[in-house]
């Protein structure tokens, strides 16, 4: 079983910046890919950005392309999302997801998501 442990989140101004982190642990195979996606308060989630583990190939929501920049540390099987320029609209949830193969009876991929973190941005 896997674990995504995410940390980082918290209170900044408009136009602070904030670091987000994301650390899977447990017995896995690999990890193909790790994403952060986000929910607001009455809104649907959206995917932020996204980050293949092998490669780093990299997409980013239109909201937030310019300002955050996703990264990984494969050899600590960590994501991180550097957030810069923040803005009210930023506010949200952000859940750490990961596309992990693990072995059961053979090797199976698997979604997981972390319990999420709250970043908050006002004045």
């Known amino acids: 079983q896997v674990q995504l442990v995410e940390s980082g989140g918290g209170l900044v101004q408009p136009g602070g910046s904030l670091r987000l982190s994301c650390a899977a642990s447990?017995?896995?195979?690999?990890?193909?890919?790790m994403a952060w996606h986000r929910q607001a308060p009455g809104k649907e989630r959206e995917l932020v950005a996204s980050i293949t583990t092998s490669g780093g190939t990299t997409n980013y929501a239109d909201s937030v392309k310019g300002r955050f920049t996703i990264s990984r540390d494969t050899a600590k099987n960590t994501v991180f999302l550097q957030m810069n320029s923040l803005k009210p609209e930023d506010t949200a949830v952000y859940y750490c997801?990961?596309?992990?193969?693990?072995?059961?009876?053979?090797?199976?991929?698997?979604?997981?998501w972390g319990q999420g973190t709250q970043v908050t941005v006002s004045s």
């Open positions: 447990g017995r896995f195979v690999s990890i193909n890919a």
């Open positions: 997801r990961a596309l992990i193969s693990v072995y059961v009876s053979s090797i199976n991929i698997n979604d997981y």
